[in-house]
T-cell receptor, first 115, second 111 residues
Framework: DGGITQSPKYLFRKEGQNVTLSCEQN?????MYWYRQDPGQGLRLIYY???????QKGDIAEGYSVSREKKESFPLTVTSAQKNPTAFYLC??????????????FGPGTRLTVL | GEDVEQSLFLSVREGDSSVINCTYT??????LYWYKQEPGAGLQLLTY?????DMKQDQRLTVLLNKKDKHLSLRIADTQTGDSAIYFC???????????FGAGTILRVKS
């Protein structure tokens, strides 16, 4: 089955620790995205990547880092510099379709709780 | 600038119609989307409309677009308890590969 997987579903970490969230897709999509979701605030874009070995900051990149060494994988590291990391994190991917319908396919999300 | 706004909450009775509203500010938006998020899950695309259309119907879903007022709505006919979820409005532009999302509308369907 084609899709996007995120692991783990729930993650607990102590304050001050870095943590990496996994995102893998087998849809052969060029573009991948990381969003953060907080209650009442919708989705905010953290980082996105339109092609392997390239990525851009989104609206709230501070305290986060990413890599895109493989087309299928776009891991997100939440560093100790992120002041309020507890949130629901969503990964998405899309085909490069500039000028056409831009459907993003979402993973099931990872809920990160920092204690 | 880019801004998408939605009302936060809507409650309807099972069998009634639901209307979820959205306003956006960017007149260069090319496509407008409605996504659905069930509890604890990712988002799923429900439907979309191209900016030169004013209406699109897909089974129980009807999307209306008023481009002059930058207003988008999603009507769900014969709303069922399984329609209870958060509904997100989003926009994209021809030149970009990013979506701008609204804050989401929580739809609660009472049986």
């Amino acid at each position: 089955d084609g899709g996007i997987t995120q692991s783990p579903k729930y993650l607990f970490r102590k304050e001050g620790q870095n943590v990496t969230l996994s995102c893998e897709q087998n849809l052969n999509h060029d573009a991948m995205y990381w969003y953060r979701q907080d209650p009442g605030q919708g989705l905010r874009l953290i980082y996105y990547s339109q092609i392997v070995n390239d990525f851009q900051k989104g609206d709230i990149a501070e305290g986060y880092s990413v890599s895109r060494e493989k087309k299928e994988s776009f891991p997100l590291t939440v560093t100790s510099a992120q002041k309020n990391p507890t949130a629901f994190y969503l990964c998405a991917s899309s085909a490069q379709t500039s000028g056409r319908v831009h459907e993003q396919f979402f993973g099931p999300g990872t809920r990160l709780t920092v204690l | 600038g880019e801004d998408v706004e939605q009302s936060l909450f809507l409650s309807v009775r099972e069998g009634d119609s639901s209307v979820i509203n959205c306003t956006y500010t960017d007149s260069s938006s090319t496509y407008l989307y409605w996504y659905k998020q069930e509890p604890g899950a990712g988002l799923q695309l429900l439907t979309y409309i191209f900016s030169n259309m004013d209406m699109k119907q897909d089974q129980r879903l009807t999307v209306l677009l008023n481009k002059k007022d930058k207003h988008l709505s999603l009507r769900i006919a014969d709303t069922q308890t399984g329609d209870s979820a958060i509904y997100f409005c989003a926009e994209s532009k021809e030149s970009g590969n990013k979506l701008v999302f609204g804050a989401g509308t929580i739809l609660r369907v009472k049986s």
